[in-house]
């Protein structure tokens, strides 16, 4: 299998001069590893990496856009601090990103930033949430037309654990091998899904393949085992970027990571025809948005 890991030595948040080559390997499903460029940890925020700073009603600490905090523990100072951490690190993701994909910078769309202060080890969840489990990202309540999912990781583990990673096949591989085990999609059923709220929207063609993809991937554990796959460590001070709706990927070990989520309309990428939503409607012949 070609390499889906693509390492780049920048020490600095800003890429000066990107390379197309890195473009056309992210658009791709490939991850950019940058093993140099680490999170700088203030003193003072050392004591936030401790479990115990998250509300354990909720599985993350999340920044929305106006800069509160949600799912925080402890007293407002506390959270303030944890609110001023996880935004000077969406700061410098969005720096990255900018300066690395600068066709991007007018059409991204700004998700919640997190951080992940739980081990994911020891997390107890169903076959459907168990990340471990190879997968590519997609949501069963909210329906996105195509839009791509573009991820910022950086591991800042203090005891420099690495955030280790299982990274699989390229998207049309997977897709391949999965679409002809999709259920068909039924339009009322979906009309019945918004009714019902379950889903936001209405769930589109699209939505419903990206979700058989997704449970086909989890559900299979011969594939789990058998698909090619390379095994990643990231270094605790460095930092990788994907989109996850394209990565085939799983997350089997770690501990204190942040996360910033950019949303992109598939049209607006360097090479549209690189999408999921490409590769899905050329298979399956016909429109699904």
């Not at 204190?256 to 990428?269: C, N």
Request: proline share 7%; net charge neutral; glycine share 6%.
């Amino acid at each position: 299998m070609e390499s889906q890991i693509i390492e780049i030595g920048l020490t600095e948040w800003q890429a000066d001069n990107p390379h197309q080559e890195w473009i056309t390997a992210l658009e791709a499903g490939k991850v950019l590893y940058f093993p140099r460029l680490g999170f700088q940890l203030l003193e003072s925020e050392r004591a936030l990496l401790d479990p115990a700073v998250r509300d354990p009603k909720v599985r993350n600490i999340s920044l929305d856009a106006r800069g509160h905090i949600k799912g925080a523990a402890g007293d407002a100072e506390q959270q303030l601090a944890l609110a001023a951490m996880v935004g000077r690190f969406r700061e410098q993701a969005l720096g990255l990103v900018h300066s690395l994909l600068p066709k991007y910078s007018d059409a991204l769309r700004v998700a919640p930033t997190s951080y992940r202060p739980m081990q994911v080890e020891t997390r107890a969840q169903s076959w459907r949430a168990d990340d471990r489990r190879m997968h590519v990202d997609a949501f069963p309540s909210r329906p996105n037309y195509g839009e791509r999912i573009l991820r910022v990781f950086t591991n800042i583990n203090p005891d420099g654990v690495p955030r280790v990673w299982r990274v699989g096949e390229p998207f049309e591989t997977v897709a391949r091998r999965f679409l002809p085990r999709a259920k068909p999609y039924v339009r009322w059923q979906a009309s019945v899904l918004k009714a019902l709220h379950v889903t936001k929207s209405l769930r589109s063609e699209y939505d419903h393949l990206m979700l058989q993809l997704h449970d086909g991937m989890k559900g299979d554990m011969q594939y789990q085992q058998d698909a090619q796959q390379v095994t990643m460590p990231f270094a605790a001070g460095s930092v990788w970027i994907c989109f996850s709706d394209q990565a085939s990927h799983a997350v089997m070990s770690g501990q204190y990571m942040m996360e910033q989520t950019l949303h992109l309309a598939p049209e607006r990428q360097y090479d549209p025809q690189s999408s999921p939503l490409a590769i899905l409607t050329r298979l399956v012949g016909h429109p699904l948005v």
